[in-house]
């Protein structure tokens, strides 16, 4: 019988997070921070936030710049955290004095790496519980910013951090007793604040952060890191510019979403998708066989993600617009027949409630051919 480890909080499930090479487009930010700690009258701001979408690296810099700030060689290394010394020891085994993260989660941490007896151990009806924690738990509730408040005012000697992920979890009343934290700086004491959706946080707590400068990437340095970073993984030949170019695109620009999606076990099926939704509305094809063919080849929440990607740039070329995908012709498709804007309207709610049908069990099977009946009306 498997079991869910104790009551942790969301450290890095990988700690190479903390020694990896700085990415490309944050070697300005990350040199003016670091000038600042080292230079004898300037500081590092009490609390710093790092926004915006996912896939563009905020969660890596920040974990590095904390492993740097609290290295003990640190000012004869500017670069990162030595990751020998005994801070950055404390940081791979996930205990270091100085770094309280919020928030607090439930969940089988070491699952994916660590411990792979224990892992393989988990039940499934573990893994939903756990599934299940770990969403509810994203939260950061009023007692966890309360938790942190003798970690804050102890005082005593070095640097201390805390780290808020998904600070927009935050409750309001939670937010309130944060704000009065960031409304009395303490020396030594330096909060980050991770969020994918800044737009959520409350405008108080966003003034009384200063932001870091992550979100802007050279067009030219993000094709470079994407075409490097897929030569050394994607095993096949040299990716086109021109494929990296779109890719880039299709992640809203940024990199490591990108990356992603070109790893990812779907997005080499989208002319298939077509092929598919053409044998289903033409009747050429039955739903069930559909099912049945794509259970072979991808999740369904894996099959949702494809056919989102699609819808989009379908509406798009049914808007007059060019398709974002130039790889696969989706004109062509849609010369003979456009959907209307009722029948997207209609797919994208059905793909909602499979998504939700799956978080309450549905069978996948059950959910698949279900999806491509659906589909057939597109
Ligand atoms: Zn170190």
Not at 35 to 43: G, I, N
Not at 75 to 89: K, P, T, Y
Not at 127 to 155: E, H, M, W
Request: some cysteine.
């Amino acid at each position: 019988m498997g079991k869910i480890t104790e009551m942790t909080s969301t450290v890095p499930l990988n700690d190479s997070i903390y020694f990896a090479p700085l990415l490309p487009w944050q070697s300005e930010v990350w040199s003016q921070l670091t000038k600042r700690v080292l230079m004898p009258q300037q500081s590092l701001p009490h609390a710093l936030l790092a926004a915006g979408m996912q896939g563009m690296g905020k969660r890596a810099f920040v974990w590095r710049l904390v492993a740097w700030l609290l290295c003990r060689e640190r000012d004869s290394n500017h670069l990162g955290a030595c990751g020998v010394c005994e801070s950055c020891q404390w940081l791979r085994s996930g205990t270091h004095p100085s770094l309280q993260v919020l928030p607090i989660v439930g969940m089988p941490i070491n699952a994916d790496n660590a411990n792979n007896k224990e892992a393989a151990n988990i039940t499934a009806k573990d893994k939903k519980t756990a599934k299940a924690a770990s969403n509810a738990a994203l939260k950061i509730k009023v007692d966890d910013i309360r938790a942190l408040q003798p970690f804050i005012y102890q005082g005593g000697q070095g640097m201390r951090i805390c780290v808020l992920d998904y600070a927009e979890q935050m409750t309001v009343a939670a937010a309130n007793a944060l704000l009065k934290t960031l409304e009395e700086p303490q020396a030594q004491v330096h909060l980050f604040l991770i969020s994918d959706t800044p737009a959520q946080l409350l405008p108080t707590i966003k003034s009384r952060v200063q932001q870091l400068a992550l979100q802007t990437i050279d067009p030219a340095v993000s094709v470079d890191y994407v075409t490097k970073a897929l030569g050394s993984t994607v095993n096949r030949e040299a990716v086109s510019t021109a494929a990296i170019e779109q890719l880039i695109q299709l992640a809203n620009g940024a990199p490591l979403a990108a990356v992603a999606l070109a790893q990812a076990p779907w997005y080499s099926k989208r002319a298939l998708w077509i092929t598919t939704w053409q044998a289903l509305r033409s009747g050429k094809r039955s739903s069930v066989a559909a099912s049945d063919y794509w259970q072979t080849q991808l999740s369904i929440s894996e099959f949702i993600q494809l056919s989102e990607l699609m819808l989009v740039d379908m509406r798009r070329v049914c808007l007059g617009l060019d398709a974002l995908q130039k790889d696969v012709d989706l004109s062509a498709s849609l010369n003979n027949y456009q959907p209307a804007e009722s029948n997207f309207e209609m797919f994208i709610n059905n793909l909602q409630q499979t998504k939700i049908a799956l978080q309450q069990n549905v069978q996948e099977k059950f959910a698949y051919d279900k999806l491509m009946q659906e589909l057939a009306y597109l």
